[in-house]
């Protein structure tokens, strides 16, 4: 295969260091999550997939989707998922350049650590040693998500771990999900979180927010809250923050296309719709699992795995009482099966996400052609390191621990809904 002397270039300067040990002879062009961010701002009004990568079929169909696309996108699995995947934090990048080498893909791909989930304050030691070895192993891109406290140890935990967290690569925090999907994010919590990371030098590429989705099937409509999303990224604007937008799969198009359009977002995570695609069970336009009249996923003739394996995917979640999103967990001891099935089967399991996935890319998130907008920042800018997006703008002698608790006793002052446990 033939490269432009510019793809050259890339290759020998916008790979990151990890990248550049671990696959020295590589073709593949594996950058920072900020080279991907600052392709769709660059673009304006676009986002990309973030694919969360369960089973290999789902990466391969994503990454053959970007090259068709001419689009940047971004792999990714989160913390919770490497327990029920055999893909992990410390493996992915290894399937991701392989997989571009084998297949060559020439657009950009950033390989990123999703809900990097911290529950409790004692987690943060254990976090000190895992985030920089998910580096060793090339990730280049995380997303620290101690979403799940209250706002004070959110912004502790963050500011805590930034400094473990190479200042070349993507970084994404996040807010809300203490509440539950019954408590929204508001703009002064998402301020309080960023306000005092940029007070301490600490600038995100990424804020996710807990903006009206649920992680795994929709079992309804409601979805993301495009206004409520438009109104903190009008407030966030001044920190230079883009939106990540998590439980992407089985909304309705038009709202993910607004979301696109008309807030900040240029990372849109997808994971559940990829893997039912790629298991070949029904879904609607959307990606959202259609069940029969007992509840149960309905399988596509002629499409996905083999009936057979279908057979065994489904005596298995009944023995384990695996129902609805659950069947999420058939990933690890179903791996293997799905990759010793006939080729022409793992083919149209292959096709299957890179067709939906192309069509998300060019007719919703509007990323096709960003590639070439990606590459342009990595020559431009001479280096993988593209800098950080914000400066700063709070003064830290009002972000001091102390001025963190008193202002957190505000926030603290409005209700709290349910609490939440979303972590993929």
Known sequence: MTYSADYEKALEIGRPPNIQRLFPHSKALVVSGKVIDRAMLKKTKAMTIAANGRNSIVIRGTLKAAQRANAAVIIEIAKSESTYCLINMWNIARYVDTFCNELGITVPVAVHADHFGLKKQGEIPKAKIDVPSMFDAGITSVAIDASHLVDEENLFANLELSPFIPSWAGYETEVGEIKGKEGLSTAEEALFLIQGLNAHGVFPDWIAL??????????????????????????????????????????????????????????????????????????????????????????????????????????????????????????????????????????????????????????????????????????????????????????????????????????HKNPQAPGGNYDD
């Open 210 to 411: 807990n903006n009206g989705t649920s992680h795994g099937i929709e079992a309804s409509d409601s979805g993301i809250d495009v206004e409520l999303t438009k109104k903190i990224h009008t407030v966030l604007e001044p920190y230079g923050i883009s939106g990540a937008q998590h439980g992407t799969s089985g909304n309705h198009y038009e709202r993910l296309k607004r979301i696109a359009s008309e807030t900040s977002t240029t990372k849109a995570n997808v994971a559940t719709a990829l893997q039912m695609i790629s298991w070949g069970v029904k879904v609607n336009e959307f990606g959202n699992a259609i069940l029969d009249e007992e509840g149960a996923f309905i399988k596509v003739p002629d499409a996905g795995v083999t009936d057979d394996v279908w057979s065994e995917m489904v005596a298995y979640a009944q023995k384990n009482g695996f129902k609805g999103g659950n069947y999420k967990n058939l990933n690890l001891p179903f791996e293997n099966k799905l990759l010793a099935q006939p080729r022409k089967i793992r083919e149209r399991m292959e096709q299957a996400v890179e067709d939906f996935v192309h069509d998300l890319l060019v007719t919703w998130f509007n990323a096709a052609d960003t590639a070439p907008l990606a590459l342009d920042l990595i020559l431009r800018k001479g280096s993988y390191d593209l800098g950080p997006k914000g400066s700063t703008l709070e003064d830290p002698a009002q972000w001091t621990r102390e001025k963190i608790l008193e202002r957190a006793e505000v926030l």
